[in-house]
């Protein structure tokens, strides 16, 4: 370079979008030719490129333009437990669909260590190769929701959050746990159960205590004791479930309904009760959560709240799509609707 040439500076797919007057992912889409873009914002970010002489970066343009189009999905818990269970799975289709039609990719965070977990998510986002995180479930005292609040990167969580303290509104969607677990329980003791028992998961997760509190309250509603020891630990694999039936059902021969909060859950349930001789509905009604494909299979069908994971999925997505875009939101909690479906396992035709 000769002496006193002045070097002349990249332009960025920021100044690109600051010109275009739109956002750096809308720019990036229009690059890469997505079909979600209008006519008139394609010629705008164009005309931007050409004014300014913008050049992308080749690796950039394979990566999504690296860090500015990636967004985090945090599953709080190890890659074991999450993909054993079909709700990760959908939820992430959900996720997924609308990733791809705004031109993003997904980058999957899943650690054992909570400790590793926080360190890990915030140092990505610090980095800038994330642009912003959705967090699959929620912890009691959710220290990495804590920093999450603290900071300025935008985030959405699905369910809510306990035990923390934050000063802003935190972005979320969910459906309403513990009614929904309130009228499963209620429906089993209008059906006569009296000793009813439930199969949990761990409480350390925000949606197992809503599941459990709402399975207390609908106990007291029908004049029914709250019996700590027809609490279930299911563990963490289906045969644990299978197998804490079992020892429950020795235990207690009394039990004559097992709530289950997830259908997974209640399909190991189904398998303990019947390698112990009972018969289902007629000696042990069951009953689980969120209505997998296998609930519509299973013999007998499983009566189970019907959950639209697909669609918490995809309104997580757009919702951390509009915070990225710095748009305002009128709620920053939005409630899916959800639905009881009654089939034979607890003693009922078959209405779907």
Do not use: W
């Not at 939820?91 to 999957?108: A, F, K, P, R, T």
């Not at 007629?282 to 609930?295: L, P």
């Amino acid at each position: 370079m000769k002496q006193g040439a002045v070097k002349k500076t990249k332009i960025s797919i920021h100044e690109v979008a600051k010109e275009a007057g739109v956002s750096v992912s809308t720019v990036s889409r229009v690059i890469r030719k997505y079909s979600n873009v209008t006519k008139e914002t394609e010629i705008r970010v164009n005309d931007a490129i050409k004014k300014l002489n913008y050049t992308p970066n080749a690796a950039a343009s394979m990566l999504g333009f690296g860090s500015l189009e990636n967004i985090g999905v945090v599953f709080t818990r190890s890659a074991d437990n999450a993909f054993q269970n079909p709700f990760f799975s959908e939820v992430l289709m959900g996720i997924g669909h609308v990733l791809e039609e705004q031109g993003y990719n997904m980058q999957l965070m899943m650690y054992n260590d909570v400790v590793q977990e926080r360190e890990r998510v915030m140092a990505t986002l610090a980095s800038g190769m994330i642009r912003g995180v959705i967090v699959l479930s929620t912890r009691q005292y959710d220290m990495l929701v804590q920093e999450l609040a603290n900071s300025q990167y935008p985030f959405v969580i699905l369910g809510r959050v306990e035990g923390i303290c934050v000063d802003k509104p935190i972005y979320s969607v969910n459906t309403d746990n513990k009614n929904d677990s309130f009228k499963i329980v209620d429906h089993l003791a209008k059906l006569g159960h009296k000793k009813i028992a439930i199969l949990n998961e761990s409480k350390e997760y925000v949606v197992n205590i809503e599941r459990y509190d709402g399975y207390r309250r609908a106990l007291v509603a029908n004049g029914l004791n709250f019996d700590p020891e027809l609490d279930i630990d299911a563990g963490f694999t289906l045969d644990d479930a299978r197998k804490a039936v079992i020892n429950k059902l020795q235990e207690r021969p009394d039990i004559s309904a097992i709530f289950a909060k997830d259908d997974m859950k209640a399909i190991a349930a189904i398998q303990g009760i019947r390698q112990l001789g009972y018969n289902i509905p007629s000696d042990i009604a069951i009953v689980g959560y969120n209505d997998y494909e296998i609930a519509k299979i299973s013999e007998p069908r499983l009566t189970t709240m019907k959950v639209p994971v697909y669609d918490l999925g995809v309104e997580s997505a757009r919702m951390l799509m509009k915070l990225i875009e710095g748009e305002e939101l009128e709620k920053n909690e939005l409630i899916l609707d959800t639905e009881l479906v009654i089939r034979e396992s607890c003693g009922y035709k078959s209405k779907n």
